[in-house]
């Protein structure tokens, strides 16, 4: 059974930071580009970041320079480190694995 398993979001002032973690199981976690989304209330979801199976990482313009996407694929995991949090970073992020999708974690920027 595959489960994407997300962990980190809180609430957060900006300027903040924070770590998300994606926990994954039940497939080859090592054959799959790996990617972030973000979904925020009356909004579509968009994308984040993504990385793939080589390692090259991508970003959306608006979290370029602030948000790092990393991977380990002897753990099964993946993690995005976001810094200099911005009340417009406030969504629900979701962990994403080709038609595979967690569940999400809550993520709030606000003073």
């Known amino acids: 059974q595959v489960q994407l398993v997300e962990s980190g979001g809180g609430l957060v002032q900006p300027g903040g930071s924070l770590r998300l973690s994606c926990a994954a199981s039940g497939f080859t976690f090592d054959s799959y580009d790996m990617s972030w989304y973000r979904q925020a209330p009356g909004r579509k979801r968009e994308f984040v970041a993504r990385?793939?199976?080589?390692?090259?990482?991508y970003y959306a313009d608006s979290v370029k320079g602030r948000f790092t996407i990393s991977r380990d694929n002897a753990k099964n995991t993946m993690d995005l480190q976001m810094n200099s949090l911005r009340p417009e970073d406030t969504a629900m992020y979701s962990c994403n694995a080709g038609v595979f999708w967690g569940q999400g974690t809550q993520v709030t920027v606000s003073s």
């Open positions: 990385i793939i199976r080589l390692g090259i990482t």
